[in-house]
């Protein structure tokens, strides 16, 4: 499944450099997520970075983006291909 920065955010500005994908953009009042971009950092690293950086813990599953490691892993690959 992939984040989402909830309301608390405080615009600290860490998450956005720490996400492999470039899925991290500003948003209006917050940062936001993009769903078809983010892949938890699956193929990237052992955890979400910008969960581990965040200081105030406001990036939880997002539950209407649900997908399995596998589903992750797939959307990584698509995504290194794109690139490519």
Not at 29 to 45: A, R, S
Request: one cysteine or more; hydrophobic letters at 30%; aromatic letters at 4%.
């Amino acid at each position: 499944m992939s984040l989402l920065i909830t309301d608390e955010c405080i615009n600290c500005d860490v998450c956005e450099p720490e996400c492999p994908n470039g899925a991290i953009t500003q948003g209006e009042e917050i940062y936001q997520i993009n769903p078809d971009l983010c892949t938890e950092c699956v193929g990237h690293f052992e955890t979400s970075q910008c969960v581990d950086v965040c200081p105030v813990d406001c990036i939880i599953p997002d539950p209407d983006h649900a997908e399995s490691k596998e589903e992750l892993q797939q959307k990584y690959q698509a995504l290194i291909r794109k690139t490519a």
